[in-house]
């Protein structure tokens, strides 16, 4: 167990941190017009329209210049994700603008819309006459950053990790004590983690919607409920407790959760995410409140004092390395879904799956709880989602009846039965696979409403129609929906169906589908106060833990929860010494 001052043991690699501020990749086609005949610089002035393919669709952007500088750009028509396109532009017209030209760094977290934003404002150069660059997906400012050490900072609280757990922790650290000088380090430059793209915000009880809804549900149910769930009893008393106060705080910062479906499950209402809202709020709150919130820096290692965690040391996606001491370190740098090595060995079979989860689910810490000595539970637990979006990793669902179908229109598997690990590796066992359903199933998803609305299913008033579109034998298709409509009615077919309804009315939708790693649910072992245990089962001085980086039976609402009791617990920790 290591226990020295200030130890710094790289856990990522100087140059991978570059490359997460790149943002590079291969192979990636370019939507970048260019002028076939250049004018003077000094001459052109005015703003002129660029339009490029982003993450979906068109992305257009009006650009203006003066003698030839660009002096501002304007987001326009566009189909992004507006959680991740919010917070990427205004970075990005930042160092557009700064550095004259779309040749910059694109933002860690938002690649697509990078790639779109830059590509457009390049097609703007080339309308407006000027000598426009080629923008790929590998595109960046070329700078080669030198290393570099700074000063050590100093702060009450040392946040590691800017999504649901470790904002809510920042918030409440500063609401229980608004002196207290509080940091929050996100190696994206972005935040919000995965908990902005979220539909629900589910475990939640206590709340209005609940209460209008007329759902009774106590803190005491709640305890019976998840007892069984492998959290300590006292871990799940005050996640329950939390749960309770949670919608009126959210409330206070203006997030009304005003829809309520099966039992715990909240959106905004009946066709808005709930996850958005909440972490734009979030975020707001935590500016208005003074935390010092860095982005573009990552948690590198602990700093340690003796046996105590001292702070984090850290490095900027500049390349600059400094230490951010801390009376207390709160760690909330989410899973490792995107980190397939560390799947294999602690999670084998599930490295083969893609990942429904933000880019900056790496396991970054990791192998520091287990250098330090710090116990890690259930690393082989992972939450497979069954259906995600082929070509843009949405989360989709299936309504009220689904089939799955290959390339030729055929069956594969049973729809209703089939999870998990065994349902990814049967897709992935096939040229592709389609998700068909009918207009029953809009009427009850939210999700699905949505998603068909911007186009990102195929729409048919037939089997036959649809099946041209997707490419695929009628007759197959056909076949196939007879046979998963006849499992229903009673008729046994050669998976062993039983559908809860059948696909027959109104119109019919198709799009690909697969099955993704959405949560690593084990990690950093965390007592009732959110404080880091050792193996032994002793608490680490000074450190505490929330999200997905710990051990927890939940997801984002119990990520927002103890993040809350983190937060709250470390600051009046901190009064208490002080006394």
């Not at 997707?470 to 998963?484: C, K, N, R, W």
């Not at 959405?518 to 965390?526: D, E, P, S, V, W």
């Not at 927890?552 to 937060?567: L, N």
Request: include cysteine; glycine fraction near 10%; hydrophobic fraction near 40%.
């Amino acid at each position: 167990m290591r226990k020295m001052s200030k130890v710094l043991a790289l856990t990522l690699s100087a140059s991978m941190l570059l490359s997460l501020a790149a943002c590079g990749g291969s192979g990636a086609s370019s939507s970048t017009a260019s002028s076939a005949a250049s004018a003077p610089a000094e001459a052109v002035s005015g703003s002129f329209e660029g339009t490029a393919t982003s993450y979906d669709r068109e992305l257009t952007v009006t650009v203006t210049f003066d003698a030839g500088k660009i002096t501002d750009i304007e987001l326009g028509e566009n189909h992004d994700t507006s959680a991740v396109i919010s917070r990427a532009f205004p970075v990005l017209e930042e160092r557009i603008v700064a550095a004259g030209t779309p040749v910059v760094d694109s933002v860690t977290g938002a690649t697509f819309s990078s790639f779109g934003v830059k590509a457009a404002v390049a097609d703007a150069m080339a309308k407006a006459g000027l000598e426009a660059p080629k923008i790929t997906f590998a595109t960046n400012s070329g700078v080669e950053y030198p290393a570099t050490t700074l000063e050590d900072a100093e702060c009450d609280i040392v946040v590691i990790g800017g999504g649901p757990a470790g904002l809510a922790a920042a918030v409440v650290a500063k609401q229980t004590n608004p002196d207290l000088n509080v940091i929050v380090v996100e190696k994206l430059d972005i935040l919000g983690g995965n908990g902005k793209l979220d539909m629900n915000f589910y475990d939640l009880f206590g709340s209005k919607a609940q209460e209008e809804a007329g759902i009774e549900y106590t803190v005491e149910d709640f305890i019976n409920d998840y007892a069984d769930n492998g959290d300590t009893p006292e871990r799940v008393k005050v996640w329950a407790e939390e749960e309770f106060t949670t919608d009126a705080w959210l409330r206070e910062m203006g997030t009304e959760l005003n829809y309520t479906y099966g039992m715990g499950n909240h959106m905004v209402d009946a066709d808005t995410y709930a996850g958005e809202t909440i972490m734009d709020n979030m975020e707001k709150t935590a500016y208005e409140l003074g935390v010092d919130i860095r982005t573009g820096t990552a948690g590198m290692d602990f700093v340690w004092d003796g046996d105590r965690v001292a702070g984090v040391a850290v490095q900027t996606n500049h390349n600059e390395s400094y230490n951010i001491l801390a009376k207390k370190t709160i760690v909330a740098t989410g899973g490792f879904c995107s980190n397939p090595e560390l799947l294999a060995e602690y999670a084998p079979g599930y490295e083969v799956m893609t990942t429904s989860n933000m880019m900056g689910t790496t396991g970054d810490f990791v192998k520091v709880f287990e250098e330090d000595g710090m116990m890690l539970q259930n690393m082989d637990t992972v939450r497979a989602f069954p259906y995600i979006l082929k070509t843009r990793r949405d989360l989709t669902s299936s309504g009220q009846a689904f089939v799955l179908v290959n390339g030729s229109g055929e069956r594969f598997l049973n729809e209703v039965s089939t999870a998990g690990l065994e349902l990814g590796t049967k897709i992935l066992a096939e040229d592709t696979a389609w998700m068909v359903i009918d207009s029953k199933g809009l009427e009850t998803d939210g999700r699905l409403r949505k998603q068909t609305k911007a186009g990102y299913w195929l729409e048919a008033d037939s089997i036959e129609a649809l099946a041209e579109q997707m490419g695929v034998p009628a007759e197959a298709l056909q076949a196939s929906i007879d046979t998963y409509n006849a499992a229903f009615n009673g008729t046994a077919d050669e998976f062993g169906t039983t559908p809860k309804n059948t696909i027959d009315t109104g119109k019919f939708y198709a799009v690909q589908v697969q099955t993704a790693n959405h949560m690593t649910k084990g990690g950093l072992a965390c007592n009732e106060y959110a404080q880091a245990l050792y193996e032994d089962g002793s608490v680490v001085t000074d450190l505490y833990g929330a999200g997905e980086v710990t051990y927890q039976s939940g997801g984002y609402s119990q990520s927002v929860c103890f993040g809350k009791i983190a937060g709250r617990n470390a600051a009046n920790a901190i009064a208490e010494a002080a006394e």
